[in-house]
């Protein structure tokens, strides 16, 4: 349930203190009201930047409106809350000067309170590209997960989840551009085409310095792929029938598969972007 804090400005610090909530209210509602200092950071909190611009407008915000969204914590067994999503607007109402906060208290263990906060910040469009991928990249390592698995707990396609996760192979440099913003996602995910730290920096150069359009980028790099020639079209010699038993490969695998026919023969690629998804694609494959 969303509650809005009415605030009036010019009142003192009281006028920042949250008005009482009944018990019985509480209960109904699962909102409670607990002190600041209470609540103490999320040990996997997925977000590593943080704005303090927008902290400060942030802050702003609730001197004027109140906390209008509560924060998620899970209570542990010193008294203390540890939160589970809302890092922005803790930091927000310390600024304000709120010595409460509304609060659902949720009971959760450590698998449990890393998805809640990665979901809560991706629904809330909190989180850069880097950051998420991470946050996938730490459900896969901590808990065994598969692409698939990830994409389920956290709602998006399993091919987002790819597509995130592979940003994690571009050097660091490239990676701190993305989670700045300096150009996106689709920008760098057309840089992993490229084979050599030197020739991907030599890339990145290029975007930085004329800004082109995500697919002048992927012809760019086609071309050096391709040294020079004209590339063929992507799936042009498979035929309908291929091209029919290459989907239910990527259905019954669960990841990238692609064909490359050649005369009689041809070559199969399937791909994988973590130990554990080799691991769940190898028993699809064996039939365990």
Do not use: W
């Amino acid at each position: 349930m969303t509650q809005v804090i009415k605030r009036g400005l010019g009142r003192g610090l009281e006028s920042l203190l949250p008005p009482p909530i009944a018990t019985e209210q509480a209960q109904q509602t699962g909102l409670h009201f607990v002190p600041i200092d209470s609540i103490v950071p999320n040990r996997q909190q997925p977000r590593t930047v943080f704005d303090e611009e927008k902290i400060r407008e942030l802050a702003d915000s609730i001197r004027e409106q109140g906390i209008i969204q509560p924060l998620a914590v899970s209570p542990l067994s010193d008294g203390r809350y540890e939160l589970i999503a809302g890092e922005r607007r803790l930091r927000a109402s310390r600024q304000a000067g709120l010595e409460q906060v509304p609060v659902v208290i949720k009971e959760t263990d450590g698998e449990g309170m890393l998805a809640l906060s990665i979901i809560e910040n991706i629904q809330r469009e909190d989180l850069n590209p880097i950051e998420e991928a991470n946050a996938y990249q730490e459900l896969m390592n901590q808990f065994g997960y598969t692409q698939e698995d990830v994409a389920k707990k956290v709602g998006k396609s399993r091919v987002a989840v790819a597509n995130g996760v592979r940003l994690l192979k571009l050097p660091r440099v490239i990676q701190e551009d993305i989670a700045t913003g300096r150009y996106s996602a689709g920008h760098a995910r057309a840089i992993l085409a490229v084979e050599g730290l030197h020739e991907q920096l030599k890339i990145r150069e290029k975007i930085i310095r004329e800004m082109p359009t995500v697919r002048d980028v992927e012809k760019m790099v086609q071309a050096l792929v391709s040294g020079g020639k004209k590339p063929t079209r992507r799936g042009a010699a498979l035929t309908s029938q291929m091209n029919e038993l290459c989907e239910r490969m990527k259905q019954a695998l669960g990841t990238k598969v692609t064909l490359a026919p050649s005369g009689n023969g041809g070559k199969i690629t399937i791909e994988y972007y973590s130990p554990q998804e080799l691991d769940g694609i190898f028993r699809r494959i064996i039939g365990e």
